[in-house]
Every structure is written in structure tokens, then in C-alpha cells.
């Protein structure tokens, strides 16, 4: 298996394992577009929402240390530039985590 399936696999089983906890019912009566659908977009949601923060992230600490490399003065700069640039991109992932624990609430999965 090449390298590129493997975290392909492995990704998808990260992403679905979640999934069936919320689909462990102990009544029988409830059905899959009660609770489980939501849950199931709740946990794609905030995995979707952390992956791209991950990849703005990264990119963007690429892009400070080719600069701090190639021009060493503007260290400061670009240090308190890339700081404030990764709290804005962390937030959309706090406010996807936010909406996806709004939505796992009003379903009443925790209650």
C-alpha cells in the first residue's frame, strides 16, 4: 500500500471512528436521522474545519521562516505579522467547533 492510500485510510477510519460512539444507542426506537446525522455532520464539520486550519497554518509559518531566512532584519515584523495572522486563522476553527458543539446540543446528544 503506497503511502498516499495509507493516510488516506487511516484519515477516513480518524473521521468515521467518532461517528460510532453516537450511533451506540441504548434504545432501539431511535432512529439515524434523529441524533446520529447530526453528530455525523457535527464531527465532519470540525474535521473539515481543522484540517484547513491546519494547512493555513502551516502555510503561513512556511511562508515567515523563508522570510526570517532570506532577510534576517525584518525578524520583528514578521514574527508579530505571522502571531496575529495564526490567531485569526485558529479562530474560524474555534467558531466551526463552537457551531458543530451548537448543533450536538440543541439534539440533546449530551443530555
Do not use: W
Amino acid at each position: 500500500m503506497s503511502k498516499g492510500k495509507f493516510i488516506l485510510v487511516l484519515s477516513l477510519i480518524s473521521l468515521l471512528l467518532p461517528t460510532a460512539i453516537l450511533y451506540a444507542e441504548t434504545s432501539i426506537s431511535v432512529s439515524l436521522t434523529d441524533k446520529g446525522l447530526t453528530g455525523t455532520g457535527a464531527v465532519i464539520g470540525i474535521s473539515i474545519a481543522a484540517f484547513g486550519a491546519s494547512i493555513g497554518q502551516s502555510i503561513g509559518l512556511f511562508a515567515a521562516c523563508n522570510a526570517m531566512a532570506r532577510n534576517p532584519k525584518v525578524c520583528q515584523k514578521v514574527t508579530s505579522t505571522l502571531i496575529v495572522g495564526l490567531a485569526m486563522i485558529e479562530s474560524l476553527c474555534i467558531y466551526a467547533f463552537l457551531l458543530c458543539l451548537g448543533l450536538l446540543i440543541n439534539q440533546k446528544m449530551f443530555f
